[in-house]
C-alpha cells in the first residue's frame, strides 16, 4: 500500500487516525428528514439542585441551561473541540455552541462514576466533527472536575484506563 501525504487523505483516513479503527459514519453534513424530527425536550436546569454527577452528565448531553454550569476558569479539551484546549466560559460556550462541529456533536452519557467530592468519569458515546469532513461516532470517556460545585475542567479520552491515569 502506497503513502500518501496528509493533504490526501480522505475522512475515511482521517477517522482511522483519530479512532484507531474506521467508525466514519458520513462525509458531508447529516440530512435531515423533517418528516421524522423529533426534537429534544429542553428542561429548565436549577442546577442548586444537582449534583455533580447530575451537573457533568448535563453538560456533555447539552441538556438545558448547560452554560451555567460551568466556572469562569473553566478548561476543556473535548471531541468537539478536536482535543484542542479551549479556556474560558465564553470561549468554551462558543466553542461548543457555534460552527460545524457543534451542530454535528451530540453526546449521551450511559454512566457517571464518582471519583471523589469533585471529580467524577462520565462515560458514553458522541457523534463529532472530523477535521478533514465527516463525522464520527464512538466511545467517550470525559474525565470532568468541579470547583465550587461548577465544572472546572473537562479532558475526553478513549478508554477508561486513560482517564484514571490523567487524573492528579
Known amino acids: 500500500m502506497e503513502e500518501r501525504d496528509a493533504?490526501?487523505?480522505?475522512?475515511?483516513?482521517?477517522?482511522?487516525?483519530?479512532l484507531g479503527h474506521g467508525s466514519l459514519i458520513g462525509t458531508g453534513p447529516p440530512r435531515l428528514n423533517l418528516d421524522r424530527v423529533v426534537l429534544?425536550?429542553?428542561?429548565?436546569?436549577?442546577s442548586?439542585?444537582?449534583?455533580?454527577?447530575?451537573r457533568a452528565k448535563a453538560f456533555h448531553e447539552h441538556d438545558g441551561d448547560w452554560p451555567s454550569l460551568l466556572h469562569q476558569d473553566i478548561e476543556v479539551r473535548l471531541l468537539i473541540t478536536f482535543e484542542q484546549p479551549v479556556t474560558g466560559k465564553d470561549?468554551?460556550?462558543k466553542a461548543l455552541t457555534e460552527?460545524?462541529?457543534?451542530n454535528l456533536y451530540t453526546g449521551s452519557v450511559s454512566s457517571v462514576e464518582l471519583l471523589d467530592d469533585s471529580t467524577v468519569l462520565a462515560s458514553g458515546s458522541a457523534r463529532y466533527a472530523l477535521h478533514g469532513?465527516?463525522?464520527?461516532?464512538?466511545a467517550a470517556?470525559?474525565?470532568?472536575?468541579?470547583?465550587?460545585g461548577l465544572l472546572r475542567r473537562s479532558r475526553v479520552f478513549r478508554s477508561r484506563e486513560d482517564a484514571l491515569s490523567a487524573r492528579h
Open 99 to 102: 460552527g460545524r462541529a457543534a
Open 40 to 46: 429534544p425536550a429542553r428542561t429548565a436546569i436549577d
Open 141 to 148: 470517556f470525559w474525565l470532568d472536575e468541579f470547583e465550587d
Open 133 to 138: 469532513g465527516g463525522f464520527a461516532h464512538g
Open 48 to 54: 442548586r439542585e444537582m449534583d455533580i454527577s447530575e
Open 7 to 18: 493533504a490526501a487523505r480522505g475522512p475515511a483516513e482521517e477517522a482511522q487516525e483519530q
Open 91 to 93: 470561549n468554551v460556550v
